[in-house]
């Protein structure tokens, strides 16, 4: 269920388009930020306030990586591992984060804090290696730089 709040977000910005489908990526970003992913669910809810069918709504939610389509954890880490991020120690980092958080690559950590993921170029490649925690970005990691990153969430 998504919260009054987030409905309301939806049907304020869906009054911007001239058809209610025109709402939908603004309305998948209020989902994510309401709910951290984007359930089947959810989906149906934003297919039903914009008045399309739910296949529509789940293929466009699928077409972006940015989104969500699994229950994540409260910080949701996503690696670049392309290759300016590779040739400058993405896959390390992967590794680091995996010993350092103890949960493995492509997994949610059982006390749900934590969801590691290796994810395509970032748009950053000249602060690589480089990853996303939510919404906010770290770059030029090191071991030592992720540890401060890493402390400063708890
Ligand atoms: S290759 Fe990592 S940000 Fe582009």
Known sequence: MLSEDAIRAIEGVI???SE???GLLPTF???QKDRGWISEE???EIAR???????EVKEAVSFYTMFNTREVGKY???????LSCSLLGGRHIVDYLERRLGVDVGKTREDKRFTLSEVE????CGTAPV???NEDYYENLTEDKIDRIIGSLA
């Open 49 to 55: 306030i914009l008045d399309i069918p739910p296949i």
């Open 121 to 124: 170029c970032l748009g950053s």
């Open 131 to 133: 990853m996303q925690i």
């Open 42 to 44: 959810a989906i149906e």
């Open 15 to 17: 009054k911007r388009y």
């Open 20 to 22: 209610k489908r025109g």
């Open 29 to 31: 970003h209020i989902v």
């Open 76 to 82: 949701h880490i996503q690696v670049c591992t392309n």
